[in-house]
């Protein structure tokens, strides 16, 4: 079957929930037994989103190939429960780069080198040949940004492009769009949809489908009016009505009939029987919800706690986990600059501290780090909360009062953190970290070994210091151990107090590998250990 491609677009403002459209429709072709994968088109012009402050645009999500990507692609992941590759997060930058390289080579022949057909002709190409090179049933493209944007009006114009290229047997347009209430019991306006799908349509692109957010359930005379002035069928206006969870927005949709719609657009018929398929997703789903009377309570000291984003991936894993041990997780975000009550953490089951970069807050969490080795609470860092913990161990078990990492202080008597080898000389920001996918060495009889169940694991990685290596006779003479390693035992991945109750620190990034139904093993034996208080 030739791939079908189904472009996300959205209206009005940002942050309405396209992503979760485009995962919930990649989901629901994925429960149909569909080969399927997404793209997300970010019209920024950073190259990727490794140097954008997660507090302004949400976490960065790494890929096992090493890509610093849009927190989107997260969520493809956990809704699919499949890698994607870093080529799926394609941004202004990327593409203007290729053209760019591509007219000093002189590829195109003397031409006069335009958005059109040049730019467009590149993105293009990215979409198609994704969806060859992985023979795709369908490929969902989520195009970031609203309508009317001026970064995005090349995206649009390609896709546009492809639907009359592709035919339109081959080429479905979602919209997501707003249907505010003024209040609990008022009226559903529709004039933010009306205007939104008449700047897409101005621009050459009719939706097939309209997903319209909105606090409760879109009322038919309300689905009855947005049909009417924007040109889709009542049965295609599709209510994204608030959930509990965003993985219960699949059923949401399948139950307004997306499904027969999607597949009598796209002329297909006698599509298998997926009962089971659906079976293993609602117990899933059932599983993420059920358990709110049943809470551990867990506090994440961190930078960048003032957005929740930040910390998506992290939020994510903890939930996971939670609902495999049939549990619930409550997470108090705390800011690791601002706190100076230590005993305020006593209340909590576990602490977490996520990765960060930086000197602002970081004294916070070495102190937070040695309240909970001294308190017995159960306590996982990871990256920049595994380094931070070998410093607070340094400086309270070890004595080394100047102990510290080079990236917070340069001159340092005891730099147990030290920059990577390979960074000293690179000079950009961007791209250069430790990325991506690593095969880690677990010792035998650790923790980290029973917690895995294996001496060999993969994780991702975004980094661009380490322990230093000089110190790890000492660490290991006073109680703290390094139980895992990586590239022939140069790189510390992982510490452990086995006197403790549970203190882990990994310097990977364990949260990009949970996936609900799957959660990652490290997070769920911290809950375990947060709920057995």
Not at 25 to 52: E, H
Not at 53 to 60: D, L, S
Not at 69 to 93: V, W
Request: charged share 25%.
């Amino acid at each position: 079957m030739h791939t079908k491609f189904i472009f996300v677009t959205g209206g009005v403002m940002s942050g309405l929930g396209k992503g979760v459209t485009t995962s919930s429709i990649a989901k629901l072709l994925q429960l149909a037994d569909q080969k399927v994968s997404c793209i997300k088109i970010d019209p920024y012009l950073n190259y990727d989103a490794g140097t954008m402050n997660p507090i302004a645009h949400g976490e960065v999500f790494v890929t096992d190939d090493g890509g610093e990507c849009d927190m989107d692609i997260g969520n493809y992941e956990r809704f699919l429960n499949q890698s994607i590759p870093k080529s799926h997060n394609i941004t202004t930058a990327q593409v203007y780069s290729a053209v760019t390289d591509a007219e000093r080579r002189g590829e195109y022949l003397g031409a006069c080198v335009q958005i059109i057909p040049h730019i467009t002709d590149e993105i293009k190409n990215r979409v198609t040949k994704i969806a060859d090179d992985e023979k795709l049933d369908f490929l969902i493209i989520e195009c970031g940004g609203t309508v009317g944007d001026i970064e995005s009006l090349p995206f649009l114009e390609a896709l546009r492009q492809l639907r009359v290229e592709q035919g339109p047997q081959n080429v479905i347009f979602v919209h997501v769009t707003l249907a505010p209430s003024l209040d609990v019991v008022g009226e559903q306006k529709t004039k933010p949809t009306q205007h939104s799908v008449q700047e897409l349509r101005r621009i050459g692109i009719q939706p097939d489908f309209l997903a319209v957010r909105c606090t409760l359930p879109l009322e038919e005379k309300t689905k009855t009016k947005i049909a009417m002035f924007t040109n889709v069928m009542p049965k295609d206006v599709l209510s994204c009505h608030d959930a509990k969870s965003i993985f219960e927005v699949p059923q949401i949709l399948y139950d307004q009939g997306i499904m027969d719609s999607i597949f009598t657009k796209f002329g297909i018929v006698g599509m298998l029987n997926t009962s089971s398929n659906w079976d293993k997703w609602n117990k899933i789903t059932a599983d993420m919800l059920n358990h709110e009377n049943n809470k551990i309570k867990i506090a994440m000291v961190g930078k960048y706690v003032t957005l929740s984003d930040s910390y998506v991936s992290v939020n994510h894993a903890l939930r996971h986990s939670s609902a495999s041990l049939g549990r619930s997780v409550e997470i108090d975000w705390i800011d690791s600059e601002s706190i100076t009550d230590y005993g305020i953490l006593s209340k909590y089951g576990g602490i977490l501290v996520p990765g960060g970069f930086g000197t602002r807050g970081s004294e916070g969490i070495i102190q937070t780090a040695n309240f909970a080795r001294e308190k017995n609470i159960p306590y996982l860092g990871i990256c920049f909360g595994f380094q931070l913990a070998a410093i607070s161990f340094g400086r309270n078990v070890l004595n080394l009062q100047d102990a510290n990492s080079t990236e917070i202080k340069k001159d340092l008597k005891y730099p147990l953190v030290d920059l990577l080898p390979e960074q000293k000389d690179i000079s950009d920001m961007g791209g250069s970290l430790r990325l991506g996918a690593n095969d880690i060495i677990i010792k035998d009889s650790t923790r980290a070994y029973d917690i895995y169940h294996t001496s060999r694991i993969n994780k991702r990685h975004r980094h661009r210091y380490e322990i230093n290596s000089k110190y790890i006779p000492e660490f290991e003479k006073n109680g703290l151990v390094f139980s895992a390693y990586s590239d022939g035992g140069k790189r510390m991945e992982i510490l452990e107090i086995p006197s403790h109750r549970f203190y882990l620190g990994v310097q990977f990034h364990p949260e990009f590998n949970s996936r609900p139904g799957f959660p990652e093993k490290a997070f769920t034996a911290f809950v375990k250990a947060s709920s057995e208080t």
